[in-house]
């Protein structure tokens, strides 16, 4: 029974990492734009964070260098999709590639560093209670928060004026304009967000999930969190489930190898890649399904004198 809770705690650890990325990406294509630099992103804000956390020993400075770090980023692939109108999938690549590159130049000297050790994050009374506590009750404060985010993204994405104005901006900029709202400046706030929240997801991964610096060490999850977009349709709720559903399967290799099934190490290292192009060709075969949930601006640029 324990080896279960601790598959279902460590499915919700790496379900975080997911979530809060996807949520920041769903932000962005709420407001009509696809941000493909989310892999840049979160291995920038990785090393930002691990590093802040080595020099002031401070988890809390290393979330939001990695926030700012995120937010940074997006602030310049925004500039270039919304003032300059750029192609935004080259831009968002071209944000990947830079992100790689120069995550692994700044990194070079923390690959040996060592963070402080992390406290015990467990609910008092709660964490004692068998399989339940172990399972649940013993995670970092940010996964609560990102299923609270996650509920309160609902609620301001269909129960609030603010949120409406955004989907609008996703679904027809050129009517929104006609009504007076600034639409490069709300895609431009959406897309700072999106960059925030991918950043802050890095910097979960390289202080909590795995307290250490690694080149590479996203290793795909940028592109899963984009994928999971597609599978929630575009759907806060969805997306929640989806990180959790692909972060088991995530953990489900270690748990097998731990219980002495004799699969290869390679074939389980992909079954994470492997769902996630399960769900997309399940997906893709019902495109009315994706063309009633997508917004209709994804993707396309906004000219305020046409």
């Known amino acids: 029974m324990d080896s279960y809770a601790l598959l279902i705690a460590a499915t919700l650890n790496a379900g975080t990492v997911l979530a809060i990325a996807s949520l920041g990406l769903l932000i962005n294509e709420k407001a009509g734009i696809v941000n493909l630099g989310a892999e840049g992103m979160m291995l920038c804000a990785a090393i930002a964070g691990f590093a802040c956390v080595v020099h002031t020993g401070s988890d809390t400075m290393g979330f939001v260098a990695g926030a700012a770090t995120g937010a940074l980023m997006a602030a310049v692939f925004g500039g270039l999709v919304v003032w300059l109108n750029t192609n935004q999938y080259a831009t968002g690549l071209a944000l990947t590639l830079f992100g790689t590159g120069f995550s692994a130049f700044a990194g070079i000297n923390y690959v040996q560093a060592q963070i402080p050790e992390r406290p015990d994050f467990a609910i008092p009374y709660l964490s004692d209670i068998p399989l339940v506590g172990p399972a649940l009750f013993h995670q970092h404060p940010l996964v609560y928060l990102t299923v609270v985010f996650a509920l309160g993204l609902i609620w301001f994405l269909y129960r609030t004026r603010s949120g409406l104005i955004l989907r609008s901006v996703g679904e027809s900029p050129e009517s929104a304009h ?7 400046w709300i895609r431009m706030g959406a897309i700072m967000v999106g960059g925030a929240l991918c950043g ?6 390289s202080i909590i999930y795995t307290p250490l610096w690694v080149e590479g060490m996203v290793a795909g999850k940028g592109w899963i969190a984009l994928a999971l977009t597609t599978f929630a349709t575009w759907r806060p709720a969805r997306v929640l489930l989806g990180a959790y559903l692909f972060g088991g399967v995530t953990m489900l290799q270690f748990h097998l190898q731990g219980v002495g099934v004799e699969v ?14 399960v769900v997309l060709a399940f997906i893709s075969r019902n495109p009315r399904w994706i063309r009633i949930n997508i917004p209709a601006a994804m993707g396309k640029p906004f000219y305020p004198g046409s």
């Open 264 to 277: 290869p190490s390679q074939v389980l290292s992909m079954l994470p890649y492997l769902a996630t192009i």
């Open 178 to 184: 006609a009504l007076g709202y600034p639409v490069r």
């Open 200 to 205: 802050l997801a890095g910097a979960y991964l």
